[in-house]
């Protein structure tokens, strides 16, 4: 590993801060953090920290001793100055002399002694760094160190690499304790640059910010050269499983697997974003034959528990032919899976006189030999976080094999971290919108009602994909942070296959099929070509069948439900002269809307509609509307104006409807009415 240290960025770190008011050490110990935290070996996800001790004012001016140390979520690749709070050095000093402290009494304490009561909580580890008596500390899970670690003789090969210059700490969690220990370490080798945490990872120290980041760059090489002294071959592959499904293929049928019915309600399900990696690395990995074996050992380090959940599950290869069967075979392996979580958390609880709650029981990383690996979250950000870790663990496993055979933690231990009572209290304390969880797809998605219905489903917290045809529309959309844009046309089946298969894959399935792509022909019918009114039926009719089609397919592999919206148009049920090419595809969908919700309802598939009209938009364009209302001989804006409202409709207003129909749990066959009050267009 090389260092990244520029002399000229490291000025224009002390440049730019100290126009701020911040000093040079904390500019430059936020600039080597950025450099720890933006190289992924290192640090990922939370995985490390630093600090630096200094002196700083209250607010009668009095100067104090303080560590600057890094506060909880704050990213490291791109920590501000805000994200190493201050914390009164004395009093954090001062507890070594106790012997024992709860860890909710140590977070307490350290917050009464922030500087700043805003800032946020110190580091788990703030104890650690204010008793080792060096300036600068720097702590990372370095994918190297843990190799070394991970081993059934990891002390004596830590040994063997640093000798006297790292002190080596036997695995205790986070904490008081672990601060005790590192703390005696220290003192029992004045002279060690740092410290060794077996199965947890690596602290350097240094007197200058550049000195203690450069000895991890340093330790972390010493530790790369060791893996390569020690290699061997690894993982002998399993019998060849035959050609295989695609991801894209099983992903619904994973993502349905995992899903958690709530409480006794056996219609509320808690879905997870899945998120596919198939690097070589992975696909060797989980093609070996004793995947059963090393992959069932543990995490790699014991914070990954957290995100990951001590083992992951593994299924068999799926073939790529008929999956009724492997199907079947994964869902016991998931089944099977659940139980033994339930009967691991049944025989640590105990140890807490039973005050624990299990979490969920579902894995959150998924092994498919021939395809890869599948990891979940809440959020599709949550799902590659876990991705992350996962390929990590399939790093540092590898490595490990390769010198010797994996070693984790005690099974006790990762409980220990998995239920520790500091992130039981964030978790309790997390709250999902009404729609987090969900995949939702929006055809039409570059144009103003496709873009402010993905707006509204993101607030409501979904992952959403846009269907559009390829072009600056859909990048704009995506650019914008719309969602994610799949170039798609409606009008044909390979593509629209395609897109599906695209959002299976990045998300694992969908959930809500938003389909409002559609374009207004216009024309007297005894005038009018077929060529035209077929046309017009393409993309008005054909285009909802085809991507209902589609969505339901997923849908049904999934087995969790779904929610089908249709943008029917008020063109359905009050047809106006000159509108019968556009009109009549549009009664066509409405009858399509009623059918969808006959025929799936009893598979908590829901199909309804919106009925809006006089919408600014691609159908409804400037140019209709000025046409539209010369006809009228009113104004442009009496004419969008023109309703019981006096009100003009807007795509935001649609979008409304949108996400109300998706969360109307017990609505199907419907249709919502967007248009300011229309009596001619009322359904009846």
Known sequence: MKSAWQDRQAAEFIERYGAEGVGEDLALRVYTTRLLGSEPRLVLHGGGNTSVKGRACDVTGAELDVLYVKGSGWDMGAIEPPGLPAVQLDPLLDLAGIDALSDE???????????????????????????????????????????????????????????????????????????????????????????????????????????????????????????????????????????????????????????????????????????????????????????????????????????????????????????????????????????????????????????????????????????????????????????????????????????????????????????????????????????????????????AIGRATAASFRAAGAEVALFDLPGPALDAAAGAGAGFAVPCDVTDDASVDHAFATVAARFGGIDILVSNAGAAWRGPMADVSDEVLRESFELNFFAHQRVARAAVRIMRAQGTGGCLLFNVSKQAVNPGPDFGPYGLPKAATLGLVRQYAIEHGWEGIRSNGVNADRIRSGVLTDEMISARSDARGVSEDAYMRGNLLGREVRAEDVAQAFVALALARATTGAVLTVDGGNVAAALR
């Open 105 to 447: 009494d140590m977070v307490n304490l350290q917050r009464r002694n922030l500087l700043d009561s805003k800032a946020p909580n110190p580091s788990v580890e703030t104890l650690l760094h204010a008793w080792v008596p060096r300036r600068f500390i720097d702590h990372t899970h370095a994918n190297a160190a843990l190799v070394l670690t991970d081993q059934p003789h990891g002390e004596e090969i830590c040994r063997e690499v640093y000798g006297d210059r790292a002190a080596i700490v036997p695995y205790i969690m986070p904490g008081f304790d672990l601060a005790k220990a590192a703390k005696a370490a220290a003192e029992a080798h004045p002279g060690a640059e740092g410290l060794v945490l077996l199965k947890h990872g690596l602290f350097t120290f240094g007197d200058t910010a550049r000195e203690a980041y450069e000895l991890m760059i340093e330790f972390v090489s010493l530790a790369e050269a060791r893996i390569e002294r020690g290699r061997r071959k690894v993982f002998a592959a399993a019998e060849p499983p035959g050609p295989v499904a695609s991801a894209s293929r099983i992903a619904p049928a994973i993502r349905g697997m995992l899903a958690n019915t709530r409480g006794d309600k056996a219609d509320d399900v808690e879905r997870f974003i899945l998120e596919h990696r198939a690097s070589p690395a992975i696909v060797a990995y989980v093609g070996g034959a004793e995947l059963s074996r090393y992959s069932q050992v543990g995490t790699v380090t014991p914070d990954h528990a957290i995100r990951t959940k001590p083992l992951p599950v593994v299924l068999p290869a799926p073939p790529a032919g008929d999956l009724d069967a492997w199907t079947g075979q994964a869902r016991a392996a998931v089944d099977a899976y659940r139980e033994a979580y339930a009967a691991y958390f049944e025989r640590h609880n105990p140890r807490y006189g039973g005050t624990k709650r299990m979490l969920d029981p579902s894995p959150r990383v998924v092994l498919v030999p021939g395809v890869g690996l599948f990891a979940s979250g809440r959020d599709a950000r949550a799902a590659s976080a876990a991705a992350d870790l996962a390929e990590t663990t399939v790093d540092v496993i590898t490595d490990a094999e390769r010198m010797a055979r994996f070693e984790s933690i005690t099974e006790a231990e990762l409980f220990d971290i998995e239920y520790w009572s500091l992130e039981q209290a964030k978790l309790a304390g997390a709250k999902e919108k009404a729609l987090a969880r969900h995949v939702v797809v929006v055809t039409g998605g570059a144009g």
